[in-house]
C-alpha cells in the first residue's frame, strides 16, 4: 500500500514538472566584453603600486550565468499625447501664439501682409508710418494712443480705419493726397484730442469728436460748403483751431468759449459782424481766452468793424485799410 501511494505521488510532481514554462537561456557574446566577473578581482590589485601612480583602468564587465531580462511596459498613449501638447509654444495666459486673434509683437498685418511694427516704427504706444509710400492707412495696434503717419499717398480715409482704437488721442495726417473722409471716421474715438490734417486735399470736413483740444485742416480745399453749421459749437475743451489756406469765405461760428488760438490767414474772408467774438446783449462780456487772432491774406478790412473786437484782450491780425 505504502509502495503505491509513492508511485502515484511520483507520477503527480512528474507531470507538474512537464508542464512548467522553461526560461530560454540568454548568451551574452563575451566578444563585446573585456572582462568577466571571475576577472574582476584581478583588475583593481594596486598592493604593489608605488603612490602616485595609481591608475584607474576602465572595462566592461559581462553579467554571469543566465538571467531573465525585464523590459519596461509601453508608455500609455495619453502620456504621448501630453507631451505634444508640451512641446506647442503658449502664451503667458495659456493661450497658443497660433491663435486668429494672435497679433504677434509685431503688431497686426497691414494690407500687404505686412507687419505694421515692422513697416513703421513702434514706440510704446506711438505709431511712426512717415515717409513710407503707403496710400491706405495701416492696421494698427489696439493700444495706440499716437500715429503719425506725414509725408505719404493716403488718398481716402475710411470709416473702419481707426475702429475699436479706444486710446487713441493724436492722429497726424500731414502731406498726404486725402480727398475724401468717411463721416464716421473720427467721430467715435472717445479719447481723441489732436487732429493734424493739413496740406492734403480735403473738400469736406467730417464729424468731429468734441473731445479734440487742437485741430490743424490748413491748406485744404474746403472753400464755402467745407464746413458744417456749428461744427465746433460743442468743442467746450478746443484750444486751437488752425484753418488756414482754405479758401474760406467766412468765420465758421459759433467759435467755443475757451479757444485760444484762431488761425485763417490767406482765405477769402470779406466780412465780420459784430458778434462774431463778442455778445452784443451783453456789453461787459470779455472773452478771455482768445488771445491769438489771424486774419491776415484775408480781403476784410478789419478797421470797418471796431466793435466786434471790443470783447477781446487782443487785436486781430489783419489789414487795416
Known amino acids: 500500500m505504502k509502495m503505491l501511494a509513492r508511485l502515484v505521488l511520483g507520477l503527480v510532481i512528474f507531470n507538474a514538472a512537464g508542464t512548467a514554462p522553461t526560461l530560454e537561456p540568454i548568451n551574452y557574446d ?5 572582462a568577466t566577473l571571475e576577472d574582476l578581482d584581478n583588475l583593481y590589485n594596486y598592493e604593489n603600486i608605488p603612490i602616485g601612480q595609481a591608475e584607474i583602468e576602465i572595462a566592461t564587465v559581462m553579467p554571469s550565468g543566465n538571467r531573465e531580462l525585464l523590459t519596461p511596459p509601453p508608455p500609455p498613449e495619453e502620456a504621448e499625447e501630453e507631451e505634444e501638447e508640451e512641446s506647442t509654444p503658449r502664451l503667458i495666459d495659456g493661450s497658443s501664439p497660433q491663435g486668429p486673434e494672435f497679433t504677434g509683437v509685431l503688431g497686426p498685418h497691414t494690407n500687404e501682409d505686412f507687419p505694421t511694427c515692422l513697416l513703421c516704427t513702434c514706440i510704446s504706444t506711438t505709431v511712426y508710418c512717415d515717409d513710407h509710400e503707403l496710400d491706405a492707412i495701416p492696421a494698427l495696434p489696439k493700444n495706440t494712443a499716437y500715429f503719425y503717419s506725414r509725408f505719404n499717398r493716403i488718398k481716402k480715409i475710411n470709416k473702419n480705419d481707426f475702429a475699436s482704437l479706444n486710446d487713441l488721442r493724436r492722429i497726424d495726417l500731414t502731406s498726404n493726397l486725402i480727398s475724401e473722409i468717411d ?23 467730417p464729424e468731429l469728436p468734441n473731445t479734440l483740444t487742437f485741430i490743424d485742416i490748413s491748406n485744404n480745399r474746403l472753400g464755402r460748403k467745407g464746413i458744417k453749421q456749428e461744427a465746433f459749437k460743442d468743442m467746450y475743451d478746443l484750444h486751437h483751431l488752425y484753418l488756414t489756406d482754405n479758401n474760406l469765405d467766412h468765420i465758421p461760428l459759433p467759435l467755443p468759449e475757451n479757444l485760444q488760438a484762431l488761425h485763417l490767414q490767406n482765405n477769402n474772408i470779406l466780412e465780420m459782424h ?19 487772432i489771424r486774419l491776415d491774406g484775408n480781403p476784410i478790412n478789419l478797421s470797418k468793424t471796431p466793435q466786434a473786437y471790443m470783447c477781446l484782450p487782443r487785436l486781430p491780425i489783419g489789414s487795416l485799410v
Not at 30 to 34: H, M, P, V
Open 30 to 34: 563575451s566578444e563585446t566584453y573585456d
Open 183 to 205: 463721416e464716421d471716421a473720427f467721430r467715435k474715438l472717445p479719447h481723441l484730442r489732436e487732429l493734424v490734417l493739413r496740406d492734403n486735399k480735403i473738400r469736406q470736413l
Open 274 to 292: 459784430e458778434d462774431t467774438f463778442c455778445n452784443v446783449k451783453n456789453l461787459t462780456y470779455i472773452r478771455k481766452a482768445l488771445e491769438d
